[in-house]
């Protein structure tokens, strides 16, 4: 079946570093997604995944590691407009050529000063 | 600006009631997607719309149906109304509809917000 796992939700503290979790688990596997959502707005897309390694863009970064079925969205420096819930999707095939996005429930990331 | 929009942005309307909402793709993508997120709730598929025909279908209720015209833009209509169906609800739009192995990025709307009293 498909899968998808994220913590609930993550406090961390202005300036830090915080590292936000998703496993999968899916059986056409062909990307994955991290949208950014703040309360009552529309999600954002943050980044995109489909080899195995690390895609930096500015303070965040993305990780992919396809045969362990993980991700993780890495924040630096952070801020408090950084506190927003942050959503994984999985590319996945059906077996056709047509694909689908699978989310999760998304992660609410709080910012402490 | 993803460049997605929606009308209207706020609906407040009684049970049993119907409403139809809105949505204009970005220039050039010819797919849609409706979502509906309850409050502190995950995004929820509803239904795909690629090119004027249906795609793919979600967790869509038989009280809901959406369609795609010719040009592209697309309507939910929601009846029946009931007060579970208070929500913000989403359009997205991307390039292929998530067609082949192509990277299809989805742009959301800014939304409808329904509530339903």
């Known amino acids: 079946g498909q899968n998808i796992d994220q913590p609930t939700e993550m406090t961390a503290t202005e300036g830090a570093i915080v590292q936000i979790n998703c496993t999968y688990q899916t059986s056409g596997f062909n990307g994955l997604f991290w949208y950014q959502q703040h309360a009552g707005e529309a999600p954002t897309f943050l980044s995109y995944?489909?080899l195995d390694g690390l895609e930096e863009k500015g303070r965040f970064s993305s990780f992919l590691s396809r045969s362990k079925g993980y991700s993780y969205l890495l924040l630096k420096e952070l801020q408090m407009k950084d506190s927003a819930s942050y959503l994984c999707a999985v590319r996945d095939s059906n077996g056709d050529s047509n694909y689908q996005l699978i989310w999760g429930a998304g992660t609410k990331l709080i910012i402490k000063p | 600006d993803s460049g997605v929009t929606q009308t209207p942005k706020h609906l407040i309307t009684a049970t049993g009631q119907r409403v139809t909402l809105r949505c204009s793709p970005r220039s050039g993508d010819l797919s849609v997607y409706w979502y509906q997120q309850s409050l502190d709730q995950g995004l929820q598929f509803l239904i795909q719309?690629?090119?004027?025909?249906?795609?793919a279908k979600g967790n869509i209720l038989e009280r809901f149906s959406a369609q795609q015209f010719p040009d592209l833009h697309s309507e939910l209509n929601l009846s029946s109304l009931e007060l579970g169906d208070s929500a913000l609800y989403f359009c997205a739009s991307s390039v292929t509809g998530g067609r082949g192995g192509f990277t299809d990025t989805q742009y959301f709307g800014p939304g409808t917000r329904l509530t339903v009293l």
């Open positions: 995944n489909v």
């Open positions: 719309y690629y090119n004027g025909e249906e795609r």
